[in-house]
């Protein structure tokens, strides 16, 4: 459970740098270089004090290629469309269902009726917090393609927790030990093709689009921003792909998808603090109350799990 809320942080932590990265270089470039960072990191890491490709690499490679590759874009196609708040919603309440009804189907864990409670406490307290006040108009195309992706991004973050428990299910059959950092970087190793792609479609297209590359002054125009931006790509990579995945990792070692990932969906309320320091963003009473909420179902599936 520590890892679980630990892995919360982190995420909000990289959710505030992601936003200022994606602000100014959007959000495929900034999802790739946040990815390709982390890679490097828990390369670092694997073939130091990790154990490289030790335990079930195979299943750790499924699982990042659908929660990092497919969540992730999705993910980043749906923010600019409806707006932050509104994807958040949509993913988070979307991802712990997902990944408890996945989970049923295909490993046969199943949740008892307090965990299932609890669960349901988290995600009302989270759909409390967030739903949106204002009355943004969206146009039918942009609402139809956000709810599509914020929902993709639900179910490939989800596949990817359980596909991750099944990785572990193996290792424990096997009678090995794989410490989390390892199978986060074999992880982020499935999760950076799809990014990679996106990334290289991108930039042919707007290169087609200019008629070539861009002029001497765009150019030193991105320099200059890449010159004030890269500490927050670096935090971003620090506390969402390399630690936050990790920390995941480990929560999903000993504790049920549909659990880690109901308290992983109390990140944008942990991000309400953090929004009001970083961009003065008032914090109202309705998503305090649902704040109060969903720390509520936390804690009460904290002592459904004591054992």
Same mark, same amino acid.
């Given at each position: 459970m520590f890892a679980a809320l630990l892995t919360t942080l982190l995420f909000a932590t990289s959710a505030i740098c992601g936003y200022r990265t994606a602000k100014q270089i959007g959000g495929i470039e900034a999802n790739f270089w946040r990815i390709t960072l982390a890679t490097i990191f828990l390369t670092a890491w694997a073939f130091t004090f990790g154990a490289g490709f030790a335990g079930a690499p195979e299943w750790f490679m499924i699982s990042g290629l659908f929660g990092i590759g497919l969540g992730d874009t999705a993910y980043f196609q749906a923010l600019p469309r409806l707006g932050s708040r509104r994807t958040v919603l949509i993913m988070q309440c979307l991802t712990a269902p997902f990944a408890a009804l996945i989970e049923w189907l295909w490993l046969g864990t199943t949740l008892n009726w307090p965990e299932i409670f609890c669960v349901g406490v988290i995600l009302v307290g989270v759909g409390v917090a967030l739903a949106p006040e204002d009355h943004v108009k969206i146009s039918a195309r942009d609402w139809k393609i956000g709810l599509f992706a914020g929902a993709l991004a639900a179910l490939g973050q989800s596949l990817g927790a359980v596909i991750i428990r099944k990785g572990y299910a193996d290792i424990t059959a096997a009678g090995l030990h794989v410490d989390a950092g390892t199978t986060?970087? +074999?992880?982020?190793?499935?999760?950076? @093709?799809? &990014? $990679?792609?996106? #990334?290289?479609?991108?930039?042919? !297209?707007? *290169?087609?689009?200019?008629?070539?590359?861009?002029? +001497?002054?765009? !150019?030193?125009?991105?320099?200059?921003?890449?010159?004030? #931006?890269? &500490?927050?790509? @670096?935090?971003?990579?620090?506390?969402? +792909?390399? @630690?936050?995945?990790?920390?995941?990792?480990? *929560?999903?070692?000993?504790? +049920? *998808?549909?659990?880690? $990932? *109901?308290?992983?969906? $109390?990140? &944008? #309320?942990?991000l309400l603090p953090m929004t009001r320091i970083v961009e003065g963003e008032k914090i109202g009473l309705r998503p305090l109350i649902g704040a109060v909420v969903a720390v509520s179902g936390v804690i009460g599936l904290t002592f459904c799990r004591i054992k």
């Open positions: 986060g970087y +074999q992880r982020v190793l499935g999760g950076i @093709l799809i &990014p $990679t792609i996106a #990334l290289i479609l991108f930039k042919w !297209r707007d *290169a087609h689009v200019h008629g070539g590359w861009l002029e +001497q002054k765009t !150019r030193r125009v991105s320099l200059d921003k890449w010159a004030r #931006l890269w &500490p927050w790509v @670096l935090a971003n990579a620090l506390a969402g +792909q390399t @630690l936050g995945v990790t920390c995941m990792q480990w *929560a999903l070692k000993t504790t +049920q *998808a549909g659990i880690v $990932t *109901a308290i992983i969906a $109390t990140t &944008p #309320l942990v």
